[in-house]
């Protein structure tokens, strides 16, 4: 069945999740005979684009119950492969082939020759020198199960194996695989995006951001905190995009149509009308448009005071406790109504996949089909900006990899 009764390995997907699972099966089963196989003409896709070319490899995080509330879906079950395989392992993976990472001011971590080119080079040269073999343009038409293994059908022919690892990312293809073999898949919806406002009031001020703003919908049911960005179109940065990964279902059922809640300054509107008043104590002959207020640049204060219809010119002395209270109420509860989404097509999050109640997260195997192995994207597991997903890739692809070697 075998050239030279070797245990054949076909690992569907050359993106990361499918790079690290071959490389760790082999590597820690030398006599496997490894295969890649890849779709398109190239490969490591994700990894060349992401971060901007710079590829964000994972996150400065060590702690895994840290790590996993970064997850919108798959955290409970990501829990103990992060006590196995999790970011210092990864940092210490690369750094063991001379990849050294650093870490930036928000915990995301890069190569330091701020090149994903870096991180694939390395990948590429660990499978040669292991001895996996790469196949591109080798798409699959089906897979059939049997007994003995599996039978993977090509317009070229038939590939048998003994063990099979999906690392097919959000395609089409790898969900129809999976649901052929009795799988069920959550449904596939969009996860971080940024928020569309029609006839937006900042377009003027897009590039502006406030460093630690609460954004929620539903009347606070949901709601994430964090630097908040103005775009010419409406809102994007980490508490926008963490909203969308987290109410990503919620989102769609809404079709992109809601009222979202914006707190400036994530403070209570009492203790806001109490500092302005206090302001106005201190430095009653300041213009309004040029008090110091929670880091908020004198643009956007006066973006506020043009909505309110006072003069940013006018003096403290001059300005009502109506009027104090009135700006405190707009930068605690400013009400904006979305429709619809924009999304970085070049670094897009699917939420949804293969269901996770029918994975063993101790060896990544299905509990369907013994032998057949699920890596990254293709399950329901996406996280937040950051490193996140990679590490979600490099982690089961780890566990898959590990496992398949042992036997």
Same mark, same amino acid.
């Given at each position: 069945?075998?050239?030279?009764?070797?245990?054949?390995?076909?690992? =569907?997907?050359?993106?990361?999740?499918?790079?690290?699972?071959?490389?760790?099966?082999?590597?820690?089963?030398?006599?496997?005979?490894?295969?890649?196989?890849?779709?398109?003409?190239? $490969?490591?896709? &994700?990894?060349?684009?992401?971060?901007?070319?710079? @590829?964000?490899?994972?996150?400065?995080?060590?702690?895994?119950?840290?790590?996993?509330?970064?997850? #919108?879906?798959?955290?409970?079950?990501?829990?103990?492969?992060?006590? +196995?395989?999790?970011?210092?392992?990864?940092?210490?993976?690369?750094? !063991?082939?001379? +990849?050294?990472?650093?870490?930036?001011?928000?915990?995301?971590?890069? #190569?330091?020759?701020?090149?994903?080119?870096?991180?694939?080079?390395?990948?590429? !040269?660990?499978?040669?020198?292991?001895?996996?073999?790469?196949?591109?343009?080798? !798409?699959?038409?089906?897979?059939?199960?049997?007994?003995?293994?599996?039978?993977?059908?090509?317009?070229?022919?038939?590939?048998?194996?003994?063990?099979?690892? $999906?690392?097919?990312?959000?395609?089409?293809?790898? *969900?129809?695989?999976?649901?052929?073999?009795?799988?069920?898949?959550? %449904?596939?919806?969009?996860?971080?995006?940024?928020?569309? =406002?029609?006839?937006?009031?900042?377009?003027?001020?897009?590039?502006?951001?406030? #460093?630690?703003?609460?954004?929620? =919908?539903? &009347?606070?049911?949901?709601?994430?905190?964090? #630097?908040?960005?103005?775009?010419?179109?409406?809102?994007?940065?980490?508490?926008?995009?963490?909203?969308?990964?987290? @109410?990503?279902?919620?989102?769609?059922?809404? /079709? *992109?149509?809601?009222?979202?809640?914006?707190?400036?300054?994530?403070?209570?509107?009492? %203790?806001?009308? %109490?500092?302005?008043?206090?302001?106005?104590?201190?430095?009653?002959?300041?213009?309004?448009?040029?008090?110091?207020? *929670?880091?908020?640049?004198?643009?956007?204060?006066?973006?506020?005071?043009?909505?309110?219809?006072?003069? *940013?010119?006018?003096?403290?002395?001059?300005?009502?406790?109506?009027?104090?209270?009135?700006?405190?109420?707009?930068?605690?509860?400013?009400?904006? /109504?979305?429709?619809? !989404?924009?999304?970085?097509?070049?670094?897009? +999050?699917?939420?949804?996949?293969?269901? $996770?109640?029918?994975?063993?997260?101790?060896?990544?195997?299905?509990?369907?089909?013994?032998?057949?192995?699920?890596?990254?994207?293709?399950?329901?597991?996406?996280?937040?900006?950051?490193?996140? /997903?990679?590490?979600?890739?490099?982690?089961?692809?780890?566990?898959?990899?590990?496992?398949?070697?042992?036997?």
């Amino acid at each position: 069945m075998n050239e030279g009764n070797l245990l054949k390995v076909i690992i =569907i997907g050359g993106g990361a999740a499918g790079f690290f699972a071959a490389i760790c099966a082999k590597a820690g089963n030398p006599t496997l005979d490894v295969t890649i196989l890849e779709k398109s003409a190239q $490969l490591l896709s &994700k990894v060349r684009i992401s971060g901007g070319g710079r @590829c964000n490899v994972t996150h400065n995080c060590f702690d895994p119950k840290e790590l996993v509330k970064n997850y #919108p879906r798959g955290a409970k079950e990501l829990l103990g492969p992060f006590h +196995v395989f999790q970011p210092r392992d990864m940092v210490d993976w690369f750094a !063991k082939r001379g +990849v050294e990472l650093k870490k930036e001011a928000d915990g995301r971590m890069f #190569p330091i020759t701020d090149s994903s080119s870096t991180i694939i080079d390395c990948l590429m !040269k660990e499978a040669e020198d292991l001895g996996v073999r790469i196949e591109r343009q080798a !798409k699959i038409e089906s897979i059939i199960c049997a007994d003995d293994g599996f039978t993977l059908n090509t317009k070229d022919g038939h590939i048998k194996a003994q063990r099979v690892v $999906l690392a097919t990312g959000s395609s089409k293809g790898g *969900y129809e695989f999976v649901r052929s073999f009795g799988h069920k898949v959550k %449904e596939l919806v969009p996860s971080l995006f940024t928020f569309n =406002i029609p006839d937006f009031v900042f377009t003027e001020l897009s590039g502006i951001s406030m #460093p630690n703003a609460t954004v929620s =919908i539903h &009347k606070g049911k949901f709601s994430q905190k964090g #630097p908040l960005l103005i775009t010419h179109f409406g809102f994007s940065g980490p508490a926008a995009l963490k909203l969308s990964a987290f @109410c990503a279902r919620e989102l769609f059922k809404a /079709n *992109y149509e809601i009222a979202l809640k914006v707190n400036w300054v994530s403070l209570k509107e009492q %203790e806001v009308a %109490e500092k302005l008043l206090q302001e106005k104590k201190r430095n009653p002959t300041i213009a309004i448009g040029n008090i110091s207020l *929670y880091g908020m640049p004198k643009s956007l204060l006066r973006g506020f005071l043009m909505r309110l219809g006072i003069k *940013y010119v006018a003096k403290l002395s001059s300005c009502t406790q109506k009027d104090l209270n009135r700006l405190a109420n707009l930068l605690t509860s400013d009400i904006f /109504n979305v429709s619809g !989404k924009t999304t970085n097509k070049s670094e897009f +999050v699917t939420c949804g996949g293969i269901d $996770l109640k029918e994975v063993n997260f101790k060896t990544m195997e299905s509990k369907i089909i013994e032998g057949l192995f699920f890596a990254g994207e293709i399950l329901d597991i996406d996280g937040i900006t950051g490193g996140f /997903n990679f590490q979600n890739a490099w982690t089961t692809g780890f566990i898959a990899g590990s496992s398949i070697s042992k036997g």
